[in-house]
């Protein structure tokens, strides 16, 4: 029987015009970058599992989002993890996203890793190098977190998903040490009970700690993908958004789905215990100095049959399921 487990394995500034000397020429340079930084704050495409191993039409959907991205032109792009696995056959996503040129972020996901691959060769086909880090961007920090360590206090069944204490030890030094506004990017949902990050709870008290030692709130906003849902929840002053699948929800190995011809699952077969959706989505995230989160989302439908004719049960996995990401405006 086959699970999911198995079938996954500024404008320029002239100077010339300006009387003062050349001692004072870059201190004013500077502050006017700074306050240019301050008014436009941050925006940034974001694209969780997409799972090019599985899609029949992965090109296409990874050519989509970048297409829209290059119109777009955030500060930079970043997915959310079960992007591919690190194997030559798959350098054409490579070739696709490197048609972006901007700054491009990775966060490791459970499937990046199947068939033997580990986390140093699935970083290296990337262009990436470490599995967590965090960097700055027009007066925001930004935290990539992995969450596929195994933990040091249980057996959990199926692929590791957790935080070890030497990542979290790190991530707390490195809150510690930044004064901006933080967000944060996991695999894995830390308030997901259903698969998500099995001590996302220590996580997130650790986020709240660090709000309440800074005095204001420096964790604003926690990105994660892997539920393949699209759902958002505000736990003590923080927001928790999941950014939904770019590609399908997984209805299980009970599922027959009927949305495509029997030729295409002769090809495809695993694709029958899925609801594929139709086009791919993404949302684009801005953040100001005005406690503002906007996130554009985008939305199709099911590839088919229509979600309400596929005999399936929307609220199996309790948020109901479908085929968008919300657009929704928060404040931190």
């Known amino acids: 029987m086959i699970n999911r487990k198995s079938f996954l394995k500024i404008g320029g500034l002239s100077l010339s015009g300006l009387l003062v ?39 296409r959907r990874a050519q989509l989002f970048i297409d829209a991205m290059v119109k777009e032109q955030p500060d930079f792009i970043i997915q959310l993890g079960d992007f591919c ?54 007066g925001f920090h930004f935290v990539v977190l992995d969450g596929n360590e195994k933990s040091e206090t249980k057996k959990i069944d199926g692929y590791p998903r957790s935080i070890t204490k030497k990542q979290l030890n790190w991530l707390k030094k490195d809150l ?5 506004r933080t967000v944060i990017f996991c695999h894995q949902g830390l308030e997901n009970t259903l698969g998500g990050l099995d001590n996302g709870m220590e996580v ?41 699948s770019s590609s399908y929800y997984w209805a299980g190995e009970d599922f027959k789905s009927t949305a495509f011809s029997d030729d295409f699952y002769k090809k495809h077969g695993i694709l029958r215990y899925t609801l594929v959706y139709e086009d791919p989505i993404w949302a684009v995230i801005d953040l100001d100095n005005k406690k503002n989160i906007r996130i554009q989302g985008t939305k199709t439908k099911m590839a088919g049959v229509p979600l309400s004719d596929a005999g399936i049960d929307v609220y199996k996995d309790v948020y109901p399921i479908t085929s968008e990401i919300d657009s929704r405006k928060l404040k931190y």
């Open 21 to 59: 000397n050349k001692s004072i020429a870059a201190p004013i340079v500077e502050s006017i970058e700074t306050n240019n930084i301050k008014t436009r704050g941050v925006k940034f495409g974001v694209i969780s599992d997409l799972h090019y191993d599985l899609m029949h039409d992965s090109d």
């Open 85 to 138: 696995v690190p194997k030559p056959q798959n350098k054409p996503l490579l070739n696709i996203w490197k048609k972006f040129s901007g700054e491009k972020h990775y966060v490791l996901g459970n499937h990046d890793t199947d068939g033997g691959f580990s986390k140093e060769q699935a970083l290296a086909f990337w262009g990436a190098t470490n599995p967590y880090y965090s960097f700055d961007k027009n």
């Open 176 to 180: 510690q040490n930044t004064s901006l």
């Open 204 to 244: 997130r008290y650790l986020f709240e700690q660090i709000n309440q030692e800074a005095g204001f709130n420096k964790v604003v906003l926690v990105l994660t993908g892997h539920h393949h849902m699209n759902y958002h929840n505000e736990i003590n002053g923080i927001h928790y958004v999941q950014i939904n």
